[in-house]
């Protein structure tokens, strides 16, 4: 196995995204003091979708991104357009009532549609493509993809329709399942192409994007906001705190309630397009049922991204292949000799709850993040919402913002083995069926 290590994109890590961006510009650091109505922490997905929001209503935006656009989860993650929330509508309805249920499913699509017509209207080239695969293992998981067919309806949520075993080759090719479900309204796209496209068009409405520009102190005690980088400064009406799993400890009353973990990626070399003609028909997305699942889907240029595994606390496992090509191998044996051109790893932040925490620091200072595995359609959604609560529209920022967000237990030294305790018990029962 040959894996690329060339740094065809610097700043990224070497992964096929990277190699495949459209856009290799670096940025300038911010060196000087800047003033603007909004700063806002992390040109990812949530950070450049509240700027995008926010610069086509006429605000001034500033973003200070530590390292590249799209360096984090945005820009390495499995680009699965998935609508929904890390925990079902049954379990939101329990913990938060129906009525908050009911303002959450309402929302629960407009991650992926704000994609779709941003992709349209600024003309971004990023490989969208239609529809998203489930896959079931055992008649449990069967039994749990009806259970939320029948609850999403219930919220008026279509789109989806259960596939029985005889129907599964027409979306893989493969012996490992025994049926799903199927969602009309997933997709897929080159996630790093999507967020490097949405920056341009937030920079065509006036955004000023600073890289390499990592935020080093907050300020948020008097009437402005002030944010200082190595070399420079930011002082703004509005902050909106966008950083995610690679905040680090800049503010700790946001990191205590989140816990970064960790997800590896891989990227076949070019295969002979008939082969992926007939493992993945109808070209959707694809992911599994296990608590700790697979997920995968043919990229534009005939390869195949597969990605999986998990690392609690975001450590990069030693063998970044060392779990995902062997289930790869598995779902498709005639895959067995393939060549592996890249893998990474990436996080994503998690919450105790697995819904996203929403809130704010002061009446000026936003901020949203654990998003818990479901981030590219949630951060959409949530980064324009943080846009709409600056301009004055906070109805549904405050719907997320009620949400009780809990620590984890035991703290910072103990969350990452408890967590993985808790893991490892459901990955058990993947394994049994039960």
């Not at 079902?88 to 992926?112: H, Q, V």
């Amino acid at each position: 196995m040959t894996l690329s290590t060339a740094h065809q994109n610097p700043g990224h890590v070497a992964s096929w995204y990277a190699a495949t961006a459209n856009d290799k510009t670096v940025r300038p650091a911010l060196e000087s003091a800047v003033e603007a109505d909004v700063c806002i922490i992390g040109a990812g997905f949530t950070g450049v979708s509240a700027a995008l929001e926010l610069t086509e209503k006429g605000f001034s935006v500033v973003i200070l991104e530590g390292e590249r656009i799209g360096f984090g989860a945005s820009g390495r993650n499995g680009g699965q357009i998935v609508n929904g929330y890390s925990r079902d509508f049954e379990t939101i309805e329990g913990r938060f009532g129906p009525e908050i249920a009911r303002k959450l499913a309402s929302m629960s699509r407009e991650g992926g549609e704000i994609i779709r017509a941003r992709v349209a209207k600024h003309d971004i080239e990023c490989d969208l493509r239609e529809g998203g695969f489930f896959a079931a293992f055992t008649p449990k998981q069967m039994r749990e993809f009806e259970a939320v067919k029948k609850s999403c309806e219930s919220y008026r949520i279509g789109g989806m329709e259960m596939v029985s075993k005889a129907d599964v080759g027409r979306y893989v090719s493969s012996e490992r399942y025994i049926g799903g479900m199927i969602d009309i309204r997933g997709g897929h796209i080159h996630p790093l192409n999507l967020v490097l496209g949405e920056a341009r068009a937030a920079e065509s409405f006036g955004a000023r994007i600073y890289e390499n520009s990592r935020a080093v102190s907050v300020d948020i005690s008097g009437k402005r906001a002030v944010v200082k980088t190595a070399k420079g400064r930011v002082e703004s009406r509005y902050l909106l705190v966008c950083g995610n799993a690679y905040l680090g400890n800049l503010l700790p009353k946001i990191t205590e309630r989140m816990m970064p973990v960790s997800s590896q990626v891989m990227v076949t070399e070019k295969l002979d397009a008939a082969l992926l003609d007939r493992l993945l028909p109808a070209d959707y997305c694809v992911e599994d049922a296990n608590y700790v699942l697979d997920y995968y889907r043919r990229t534009n240029d005939n390869r195949l991204l597969y990605g999986g595994g998990i690392g609690y606390g975001g450590q990069d496992p030693a063998n970044l292949t060392g779990i995902i090509r062997p289930n790869m191998i598995k779902t498709f044996p005639e895959l067995a000799n393939t060549r592996i051109d890249y893998a990474w790893s990436g996080n994503f932040a998690l919450t105790l709850t697995r819904i996203p925490h929403v809130g704010k620091l002061s009446d000026t200072v936003y901020f949203s993040h654990g998003d818990s595995g479901h981030g590219v359609t949630t951060t959409h959604l949530l980064g324009k919402i943080l846009g709409e609560a600056v301009a004055g529209h906070a109805e549904r920022f405050d719907v997320w913002a009620s949400l009780p967000s809990l620590p984890f237990p035991g703290g910072r030294a103990f969350r990452v083995p408890l967590t993985a305790l808790g893991a490892w018990w459901y990955g058990l029962r993947d394994r049994l069926g039960v």
